[in-house]
């Protein structure tokens, strides 16, 4: 399959144009955070009406539902990013907004224009939204256990704290005079960030999913490996050359730390993983709690649980998920070691959830992983369904649908069949949506059972299919509004296409960059059929000759964590090593030179397409070229940690100051791991900055040459704690640490449990300036607190743009007191060029728009209302008795959002 694309002559300059900058520099219209959607459909209860996020749009889009289809009634704008969406009754609805950190309440009663009468303020990254307890009246939400809004320390850098949250609002009490509502309870669960939710028929229990839950795999550290008689075989690449010790992935069997090969490793891993992955919340409870003991929690359900759903017949939980098989090594064909991961990243599951059992079921197990690698298009790959996602199912729970967002498929079950594990995969039970030959991605799905109707997001084209499932009929395609480019929209099926990527049909890149992030996982993707090669260079930082050199990249490179695809922009060469480049050594420059050039990294993937996804060759160049226009483009969002302000705490500061000082030592911390969001000045239009690394490489750190890496995300890598004494190296814990909520730590191999113990190190202590360069190095002493303040600045580092990004406030006749500090704040950070705000409102059947410009000052998109200072819009909305939210929006796409939708610079008024 070849896809040509439309916009080929888009270059690399177009492509980041796209980026929003920091402070003050230009920046495009568009922001891409590739926010992966969770709950995208919702019908109201009578039926009459369906609900649909407009993710790249930033609004909820309404249907009137007839036998005949759907009739746009309209749309809200909400916040950045909204992913999900809940009906609570017909008169309102509630939408999860992803970026901004905030939920909008809409009033939709039929006959009154729809409009946001609450925003409700929660934290990081709320994903999911579900209605239960007494009535249904209870609000759950899940988030990240951290963010800006949340009225707790997140405690990162304490052990045993589960990184999870459910918020819990009573929807009839939200508290009418607090800024961002009053929740019932926060709840916090002892898992990774979490995503999915689903709600028993009666409402008294709802299911909370953690997100990355991981599979009891970790990483030992190369010089326990060492110790202990070294890493299996084979320990040589495919010329004999010896290679370097690396760590090594084991996983807890229920008995024992075993890897591949199933040696054991018990004495070195001082903690458990519980793997504890849905959790039982009693909603009727006073306030709403986890259920205590065994009967709370659900494990070994999945690595990445993407969604779930009740039968309401038997009150069985289905939840979609993959399963990763990272403890296998090596990738390619295998020709030297035998097997390897190829085409076998992370297997397609759902798993049923009932009275403490969990029943995984294996979508694809037609597959035979140990069979010849077969040319497209086969047999095999039309049974698959990859990246299973959202559900919807029969009142009578007798038949499941399943979106495949990665076969742009409808996978169709018999019920008893999947809980029996007798289903039989075939092409036949499935309903194909592809438009014209093309991908279209589903993502969620809601079944009008009383027309006979399936609804589906499909995320490619930002459409709604219109389904009859009896005939697997599309029978119409409802488009949304889409501000994305063309860059976008072309290159975004090839990271989630498994039916293209590779030959059985079940991996693709999405399947570990996840929506574009990562799985929180290490992989060893060494190929013993390579040979070691010179590391292509520049070097940031090479020791003393007395110091052994490591400048070669082997064959066998041991584990490496999952890199995030966000935010690959001048960030140079790519992978851990820095061993997917374009250019050799010198010259190189930056910003796109050689080395640097990050277009030509990236093509340099295509050998991955062979040799991990598990296609018989590489993808055609049109295609990559679309892929690579598209990734380049993935941001990373605000940091959740550092102050709405972007001040630092005095520890933060003092971290920050370190970081950029030699103190006694050879260099600061930032001689490699360059800090310049600003560097655009240097090198003029576009040009994203630097956020930790400039693309250089490091020869000592391990024994391997290493790219230095971004730190734009070490809050993310949060919750492993224990790692044992490595006494060459590292100081570490000899005793066991208990239950930790990941694997997988810091650094290359994931093998360091924290940023502070890593700073232990000799080389960092040589390097910048702690002991044994006259720091008391004691519990308590001076070596010691500098060590946590320079964590504490790292996990509050810089990002691509200011914290205040997203962020939103909706100002009420009952709270303005409550909401003027907040909205002073947006308009001091837009003062500074960190954002753009703007402000909605209704008038009549009309939302109007305004942009802010300076000066307190706001322009509208309604001709009829001329600039409006700050206190006279606030007047208009109060006079009006209507709400005014606003929201702070990325740098240059004020005027897009608030004035000019379409932007063809006519206001929206005028058209």
Known sequence: MLRR????????????????????????????????????????????????????????????????????????????????????????????????????????????????????????????????????????????????????????????????DVWVFDAANLGPNTLGGAPLNIL???????????????????????????????????DLVAQLGGLPAPRVDSDGVKQPPTALIVKFDGQHWVDYDGDTWDGVVNFTLPDKD???????????????????VYSGVGTILFNMIVNPANGKVYVTNTEANNLQRFEGPGTFAGSTVRGHLHESRISILKNGTVSSRHLNKHIDYNAPVAPLPNATNAKS?????????????????????????????????????????????????????????????????????????????????VVNPTTKAVLARVPMYNPEPPSITEGRPYLYDARFSSSNGESSCASCHVFGDFDSLAWDLGNPDETTIPMPG????????????????????????????????NHGPMHWRGDRTMGNAEPSAQPNDGTFDERGAFATFQGGFVGLLGRTQPIPPDDMEAFTDFVLQIMYPPNPIRHLDNSLTPDQQAGRDHFFTPDAAILACEDCHRLAPDANAA???????????????????????????????????????????????????????????????????????????FMHSPGFDLLSGFSPNGFDDRPGGDGDIKRRQVEQFLLAFDSNLAPIVGQQVTWTSHNGAAASGRLDLFLARADEGECDVVAKMRFGLEEIGF?????????????????????????????????????????????????????????????
């Not at 709802?206 to 970790?218: D, L, P, S």
């Not at 400048?551 to 922009?569: F, V, Y």
């Open 5 to 164: 694309r439309v916009g080929a002559a888009l270059g690399f300059a177009a492509a980041l144009a796209t980026l929003a900058a920091p402070a003050a520099a230009e920046a495009s219209s568009f922001a891409l955070f590739e926010s992966g959607q969770v709950r995208p459909l919702a019908l109201s209860p009578d039926g009459s009406r369906l609900y649909a996020v407009n993710t790249p749009d930033n609004r909820l889009e309404i249907f009137h539902v007839t036998t005949l289809g759907l009739i746009h009634l309209g749309s809200v704008t909400v916040g950045l990013e909204p992913v999900a969406v809940a009906a609570r009754n017909n008169d309102e609805v509630w939408v999860v907004n992803h970026l901004s950190d905030s939920i909008s309440v809409i009033d939709v009663k039929p006959g009154l224009a729809p409009r946001v009468v609450r925003t409700l303020l929660v934290g990081d990254e709320p994903r999911d939204i579900v209605f239960g307890g007494p009535g249904k009246n209870r609000a759950f939400i899940t988030t990240a256990h951290r963010g800006q809004n949340v009225p707790f320390d997140p405690q990162l850098t304490t052990p045993g704290i589960g990184r999870a």
């Open 188 to 222: 916090t669960l002892f898992t990774d960030t979490p995503r999915a939710l689903a709600v028993s028929p009666d409402g008294s229990r709802v299911y909370a999913a953690g997100f990355h839950t991981g599979n009891r795999t970790t990483s030992l550290h190369r």
């Open 278 to 296: 849905v959790f039982v919340i009693d909603a009727a409870a006073n306030p709403p709690v986890k259920l205590p003991g065994a009967s709370g």
């Open 385 to 465: 369904l990859a990246t299973p996602v959202g559900m919807a199912i029969t009142q009578n729970g007798q038949k499941l649908y399943v979106a495949a967002l990665g076969s742009s498929k409808i996978g169709i079950f018999d019920t008893a069949q999947l809980e029996n594990d007798t289903f039989v995969p075939s092409a036949s039970n499935h309903i194909v949506l592809d438009d014209g030959g093309e991908p279209v991605g589903p993502t969620g799905l809601v079944l009008d059972e009383a027309r006979n109707r399936l609804y589906v997001l499909t995320r490619f084209d930002n459409k709604i299919a």
């Open 538 to 569: 520049p070097v940031a930082l090479a020791l003393p000759e007395f110091f052994e050199t490591f400048d070669n990249l082997d064959a066998l490179k041991g584990p490496m964590t999952t890199q995030s695809l966000r935010g690959m922009a």
């Open 683 to 757: 090198f003029g239009e576009p040009f994203p900055g630097f956020f930790g690394t400039d693309g250089r490489y490091v020869l000592n750190e391990v024994p391997q040459p290493m790219k230095v890496p971004h730190l734009r995300n070490l809050y993310q890598k949060v919750g492993m704690f224990g790692m044992p004494a490595v006494p060459s190296i590292l100081p570490g814990h000899n005793e066991l640490t208990g239950d930790q909520v990941r694997g997988f730590g810091f650094l290359n191999d994931g093998a360091e449990d924290t940023i502070f113990r």
């Open 851 to 911: 942009l802010y410009v300076g000066a307190s000052q706001f322009v509208s998109s309604q001709p009829s209302f001329g600039p409006l200072s700050r206190a006279m819009l606030v007047l208009v909305a109060n006079l009006l008795h209507t709400e005014l939210t606003f929201t702070a929006v990325p740098p240059g796409s004020g005027e897009r959002i608030g004035i000019d939708r379409d932007d063809d610079g006519i206001c929206d008024g005028y058209e």
